[in-house]
C-alpha cells in the first residue's frame, strides 16, 4: 500500500509537470522600443531626470514652510558633518550616511563595526562597508544601522541611503515618516542613533560662537538657534543631494549615454512591472508596498525511491531571505517603502535587514516574489545593467557656497 502511494504521488507531480510544460516554455512577446519610443515611454511612467541646475531644482524641492537659501545650505552642511550633533560627541549626520571621503568619518565607522560590543551576528555581516567606505553612496554600507556607542537598530533595519531622498515623498522603511525635518529630530534623539536630546543639543552649540553668529545670519530672528531651525538647516542641506547619472542623459536625448544591453534592461523594468512602485526622478520612495506578494513551494527533493515519500518544503513563510530582527513591516503587515533605486549598485546589502549582499540575487528575488517571474540570467544581467545607469554623482548646485568644516 505504501509503495502504490508513493507511485501515485510520483505520477501525480509528472503529468502536473507535463501539463505546466506550454506554461513554462512560452515565450512572452514583450514590446520592443526604438530609442525615441523607450525616452518617451520611460518619461511616461514618471522616469524624469534630475535637474542639473539650482534654479530648476528650487522648482522641485523648495518648500514655502522652509525655504531654500544659499546660507541656509551652508549651515546645514555644517551641521551635517558636526560630531557635537551626538550625545558623545562621536557620531555627525554623515556617519551613517557617508558622502564624504572625509577620514576622519571613515575611522569612525570602523572603529564601530571592529567594536568588541558589536553582536556576533554583526561581526560577519559587515564586509560591504569595509571595501566601499569610498563609494560616497549616502549610506553606511552596514546590515544593521550602528549608533550610539555602538547600538544597533532593535529591528536590524539598515540605513536608507539619503541621496535623493527629497524627491521621496515618503522616507523610513515603514513608511509613517514624510518630511526630511522630522526624520532628522528623530535621528538626533533616538537612543540608539544619536541619543541627544533637544535642549541638551541646543546647550551644546550656544558654547559655539560661529553657530551663534551663522543661525541669527541665516534666520534673522531672536534665539535662532534652536532647535526647529537646526532641523530646518540640516534639511536645506540634505535636499541638494541629488545624483546625476548617464540614465539622466538618456533621457535628456542622448542616444549614447547608455549601452544597448541597458536599454534592454529598461525595457525589462518597465515590462515586467518594476516601473510601477520604481517611478519618479528617484525610481523609487514614492509609496509603500506590500512585499513579498508571492510565495514560492519548492520542491526539495523528487528522486524516486523506496523509502519515504519525497519531501516539499517551503522556501520561507514570510520573507525569501532570513528576516534577521524579525521586522515585518508597517504594524506587521509586510508593507514597505519602495526603496530609492538611484546609486542602488552602490548601496548594498540590499532589503530592510541587509541579508542580501549581491545586487544581481536581489533582483532574481523581487522577479520572483514582487512581479511573479523566474527571471532569465540574461533578464537579470540587463536589469542590473540598467541600474547601473543610475549611479551618480551628487550634483553641485551651489558652487558659489563656501562650507568650512
Given at each position: ?16 509537470f507535463l501539463l505546466s510544460l506550454p506554461n513554462l516554455t512560452k515565450e512572452r512577446n514583450f514590446k520592443t522600443y526604438k530609442d525615441e519610443q523607450l525616452r518617451a515611454t520611460a518619461q511616461s511612467k ?151 536630546k533637544e535642549d541638551e543639543l541646543i546647550e551644546k552649540l550656544s558654547k559655539d560662537e560661529k553657530y551663534i553668529n551663522h543661525f541669527n545670519e541665516v534666520f534673522k530672528e531672536e534665539n535662532s538657534l ?23 542623459e538618456f533621457l535628456e536625448g542622448d542616444n549614447n549615454a547608455i549601452s544597448a544591453t541597458a536599454k534592454r534592461g529598461l525595457v525589462n523594468f518597465m515590462n515586467f512591472g518594476c516601473a510601477g512602485c ?128
Amino acid at each position: 500500500m505504501k509503495s502504490f502511494l508513493q507511485v501515485i504521488i510520483v505520477a501525480f507531480i509528472f503529468i502536473s509537470f507535463l501539463l505546466s510544460l506550454p506554461n513554462l516554455t512560452k515565450e512572452r512577446n514583450f514590446k520592443t522600443y526604438k530609442d525615441e519610443q523607450l525616452r518617451a515611454t520611460a518619461q511616461s511612467k514618471g522616469l524624469k531626470p534630475i535637474p542639473n541646475t539650482y534654479e530648476e531644482l528650487l522648482k522641485i524641492v523648495n518648500d514655502k514652510n522652509n525655504p531654500l537659501s544659499h546660507e541656509k545650505i551652508t549651515l546645514g552642511k555644517e551641521l551635517f558633518f558636526d560630531t557635537k550633533l551626538s550625545l558623545d560627541d562621536t557620531i555627525s549626520c554623515s556617519t551613517c550616511h557617508m558622502i564624504s571621503k572625509n577620514p576622519n568619518e571613515k575611522k569612525v565607522i570602523l572603529n564601530a563595526i571592529t567594536s568588541k560590543k558589536q553582536p556576533n551576528d554583526m561581526k560577519n555581516a559587515n564586509n560591504c562597508v569595509i571595501c566601499h567606505l569610498s563609494d560616497e553612496s549616502g549610506t553606511d554600507r552596514l546590515s544593521t544601522a550602528i549608533g550610539y556607542k555602538g547600538a544597533t537598530n532593535p529591528h536590524h533595519l539598515n540605513t536608507m541611503t539619503i541621496l535623493n531622498s527629497s524627491l521621496a515623498k515618503v522616507l523610513t522603511w515603514d513608511g509613517e515618516v514624510k518630511s526630511i525635518e522630522k526624520q532628522i529630530s528623530n535621528s538626533i534623539q533616538s537612543s540608539y542613533k544619536m541619543n541627544i536630546k533637544e535642549d541638551e543639543l541646543i546647550e551644546k552649540l550656544s558654547k559655539d560662537e560661529k553657530y551663534i553668529n551663522h543661525f541669527n545670519e541665516v534666520f534673522k530672528e531672536e534665539n535662532s538657534l534652536n532647535f526647529i531651525n537646526i532641523q530646518k538647516s540640516i534639511a536645506a542641506y540634505v535636499k541638494i543631494l541629488l545624483t546625476r547619472s548617464s540614465f539622466d542623459e538618456f533621457l535628456e536625448g542622448d542616444n549614447n549615454a547608455i549601452s544597448a544591453t541597458a536599454k534592454r534592461g529598461l525595457v525589462n523594468f518597465m515590462n515586467f512591472g518594476c516601473a510601477g512602485c520604481h517611478t519618479g526622478m528617484s525610481v523609487g520612495g514614492q509609496s509603500v508596498q506590500r512585499f513579498p506578494l508571492r510565495q514560492f513551494a519548492g520542491i526539495h527533493d523528487l528522486r524516486p525511491n523506496l523509502g519515504s515519500p519525497p519531501d516539499f518544503e517551503i522556501i520561507d513563510d514570510t520573507f525569501p531571505f532570513e528576516n534577521k530582527g524579525g521586522y515585518k513591516g508597517r504594524a506587521d503587515t509586510h508593507f514597505f517603502r519602495v526603496p530609492i533605486l538611484r546609486n542602488v549598485t552602490k548601496t548594498s546589502p540590499y532589503f530592510h535587514n541587509g541579508s542580501v549582499d549581491k545586487i544581481r540575487e536581489a533582483v532574481e528575488i523581487m522577479g520572483r516574489h514582487q512581479v511573479g517571474l523566474n527571471l532569465s540570467n540574461q533578464q537579470i544581467d540587463e536589469i542590473v545593467e540598467f541600474l547601473k545607469t543610475l549611479e551618480g554623482n551628487v550634483v553641485d548646485y551651489t558652487k558659489d557656497v563656501k562650507v568650512n568644516k
